[in-house]
Nanobody, 124 residues
Framework: QVQVVESGGGLVQAGGSLRLSCTAS????????WGWFRQAPGKEREGASC????????YYDDSVKGRFTISRDNAKNTLYLQMDSLKPEDTAMYYC?????????????????WGQGTQVTVSS
């Protein structure tokens, strides 16, 4: 079992930045690939970015490519998502999730352990 807690969400103006964090406990963080997902009201949950166990391989959805950066610190059991140049359409609940079996692209169905989410709201 993996317990997952996200933090770092909030309200920001368009063009601003936020850094989300995701801490994990209960199992070996480095054994998992991780992903950041987001879900806006009335929409399906979508994969924003994923990262392999070593951090060597990353995936970004086209909607965030060039603006978001995923990273992980295996020594701190923490996953990050640096979000720059935020847009109102980035407004959503953001979740991090873990899996032992990730393959491109970044799809929620592949991930087993989920946090409760952190809200990101971008005002225009």
């Amino acid at each position: 079992q993996v317990q997952v807690v996200e933090s770092g969400g909030g309200l920001v103006q368009a063009g601003g930045s936020l850094r989300l964090s995701c801490t994990a406990s209960g199992s070996t963080f480095s054994e998992y690939s991780w992903g950041w997902f987001r879900q806006a009201p009335g929409k399906e949950r979508e994969g924003a970015s994923c990262i392999s166990r070593s951090g060597a391989i990353t995936y970004y959805d086209d909607s965030v490519k060039g603006r978001f950066t995923i990273s992980r610190d295996n020594a701190k059991n923490t996953l990050y998502l640096q979000m720059d140049s935020l847009k109102p359409e980035d407004t959503a609940m953001y979740y991090c999730a873990a899996t032992t079996a990730w393959g491109f692209p970044c799809r929620a169905v592949q991930f087993k352990y989920w946090g409760q989410g952190t809200q990101v709201t971008v005002s225009s």
